[in-house]
């Protein structure tokens, strides 16, 4: 396809949750090369927890993925065209499926496991929510992600920037943390502005008119065989609530 044909298909593809399989082929990520797996930290403790908080769920994928889950399983997502999509997939599982962006409607203590993978949050609310003798699990995204994009387009920084694993365990009682990169290439110029659509805050602001110019250039080298390789950068830890 040409290029007016690749920026229509990537302005009304529909998308929903965080399924990537829209993108097979086209952006491609070593991200199998990851020195730990996320699923198998949190189904290891899945037994063992009574009260299960999934924050940042999208549309429930990778939470239904682990079932059985505890006695009491609660998802929050705040971005609401994910939160149906979240429901039905999530709710015939016993799962309470909960929109918000900010402060959590929960006591003081409410899980003995929370669970986050991809979704920045505040560690002090993650502590105040984290019942004594409970763990913290989560796979984050740095906030240098990808930061190749902003500069090949001259647009503005990610806009959490300075997310990394300081910022992040700050309060928190960690008792493992790990830090990764890898490689993640763009082979058409569609794949880079439906990205940019789904994960709106890459490039703040961003959209196909402003950019037109530095997108089209993008697509003659791609076209040539030169693809867009970005450093995606990637963090997990755990942390568990030990003392008041």
Do not use: C
């Amino acid at each position: 396809m040409g290029y007016e044909e690749l920026i229509q298909e990537a302005l009304t593809t529909p998308f929903e949750g965080w399924d990537f399989a829209v993108f097979r082929g086209r952006m491609v990520s070593d991200d199998g090369t990851l020195p730990w797996d996320y699923q198998e930290l949190v189904r290891e403790r899945l037994p063992k927890a009574s009260a299960l908080l999934d924050l940042g769920t999208g549309g429930g994928e990778l939470l239904a993925s682990l079932a059985p889950l505890p006695p009491r399983a609660v998802a929050v997502e705040g971005y609401p065209p994910n939160v149906p999509v979240a429901r039905r997939r999530l709710e015939p599982l016993g799962v309470e499926v909960v929109e918000t962006s900010g402060t959590l409607p929960f006591p003081d203590g409410s899980f003995d496991l929370i669970t986050n993978r991809h979704t920045s949050y505040d560690p002090g609310e993650v502590r105040r929510l984290l019942a004594l003798g409970g763990t913290f699990v989560t796979q984050q995204v740095a906030g240098r992600d990808l930061e190749e994009i902003n500069e090949v387009l001259g647009g503005p920084p990610h806009e959490d920037r300075h997310w990394d694993l300081a910022t992040a365990t700050a309060g928190l009682d960690v008792t493992w943390s790990r830090e990764t990169s890898f490689t993640t290439t763009f082979h058409d110029i569609g794949a880079l502005v439906l990205f940019l659509r789904v994960i709106s805050w890459q490039v703040p602001g961003f959209d196909v008119g402003t950019y037109d110019a530095r997108l089209r250039a993008l697509h003659a080298d791609m076209e040539r065989g030169r693809p867009l390789r970005a450093t995606a950068r990637r963090f997990a830890l755990m942390a568990r609530h030990v003392r008041q």
